[in-house]
Structures are given as structure tokens and as C-alpha cells.
């Protein structure tokens, strides 16, 4: 009963915009595929099948089905996997695997930073990608480790400011991930926008690190679907 109640709160997902490729994906969808597999062997057989031999081969056309996606679903992702997934972003501290389109720009990001900071120092990224202070080596300063919709609100902006002056971060990376699963979408123009114009304020862009595929067309602004990073120096 609890599997089938939260399958079904988690249909509403479309009305409240989550995607199936957003954050809340492992909290939703899990437990919709097995209320949808129980839906499939049990409640239709159970209520639309009466001859127990029908319902025998109806199940096992259900598991034939099944399996047949899980198949589908498994090569797709292998062949996606290939043909998208082919940079590979290296440092001392580790690498992996991504798309150009996210390994170009944040390969040379985490080369200026270790270009640009010593040893030691406290580089900010938002509204998120800590993955970048890890390649870099480089200490992240504030408390919240993301700065997502809710999480820099009202005074913990203001203490967000007061402890980028504390740690005297020279450097501020300006990370281009939309968030719509939050309502708000761009970060310093949807929300925490005191804190963007405080940087703007006392840094200035001093690099921009885009995919190779749009560094001659002008590149994508804050809010486009196209990954970019900003690099924001102290004045």
C-alpha cells in the first residue's frame, strides 16, 4: 500500500515540473517502475483475466516485455555512453569521463585555477560544481556546499558574503547549470541575486571557459541550455 501511495504522488512530478532527468530522479522514479511492474503482473491479470491459463502466458509476455526494455535501455545507454561521453578531465587528484561539451570548459577551468591560486587558497564555485575545488586542489569556502533555490536565503546571503571576505577568495567560478526542478533557474538572475551583484560589484570577469564548438559564435548566456564557466577575479 505505501509502494502503490507513493508511485502515485509520484506520477504528479509532471504537474510540478520535475523532470525525469532532474535531482528528485532517484527519489521518484524507483518506486513508479515497481508500482508499475505490480500494476502489470498482478492488479490486470487479477481483475481483467479469469482463465488462470490466459493469465499464465499473460505474465509471461509482461516479463518478455519488461525484459525487452531493460535490454533496449541497457544498449542505448551503452552507445549513448560511447558517442557522447569521450573527454577525459585529468588532474593529480583523480579523472573521469564526460561529454565535450561539460569536459572542454571544465578541464581548462580547473588548469586556471591552479594557474591563478596557490596552494591553500579558498575558491568559490556556484551555484554548485564543488567537483572543480576537488580537481583543483582548492579549498571551498562557505558552509553550503551547494547555492541552489532556498539553500543561500535571506540572511545566509549576507553570512555567504561575510565569509567569501573572511577567507579572502580572490577567485569566484560562475558555474552555467540551470535548475527548473527548483523553479528558479539562473542563479543571479532568478535568485540570489544580492550575492551576484556583490560580485559583480568587487570582482570582474577575468576568463570564460567554454566547449570549443561555440568559443567562435559569441557563446551562450547565463541561463542557456549550453554549459560555460565564468571566471569572476578580485578587483
Partial sequence: AVISIFSLLSILRAAFNVTISGPFTPFLIPMLVVGYIYLLFEIIPAIFIKSQSVRIHWQQASALLVASMILAMAVNST????????????????????????GEPLAEAVKYVREHTPAGASVLTLPLFTTLNFL????????????????????????A????????????????????????????ADYNLELMRWIAENY????????????????????????????YEKN
Fill in 204 to 231: 570582474h570577469l577575468a576568463a570564460r571557459f567554454d566547449p570549443k564548438t561555440v568559443r567562435n559564435g559569441g557563446g551562450p548566456k547565463l541561463g542557456d541550455t549550453q554549459f560555460f564557466i565564468m571566471a
Fill in 79 to 102: 552507445i549513448k555512453l560511447r558517442r557522447e561521453n569521450t573527454f577525459q578531465v585529468s588532474s593529480s587528484r583523480g579523472s573521469f569521463i564526460t561529454s565535450n561539451e561539460i
Fill in 136 to 159: 583543483a586542489d582548492r579549498d571551498y569556502p562557505l558552509k553550503e556546499e551547494l547555492a541552489l533555490p532556498g539553500f543561500l536565503s535571506d540572511e545566509k546571503e549576507m553570512e
Fill in 161 to 188: 558574503i561575510e565569509q567569501i571576505k573572511s577567507h579572502n577568495v580572490n577567485l569566484i567560478l560562475i558555474v552555467n547549470i540551470t535548475t527548473p526542478a527548483f523553479g528558479n533557474r539562473v542563479f543571479g
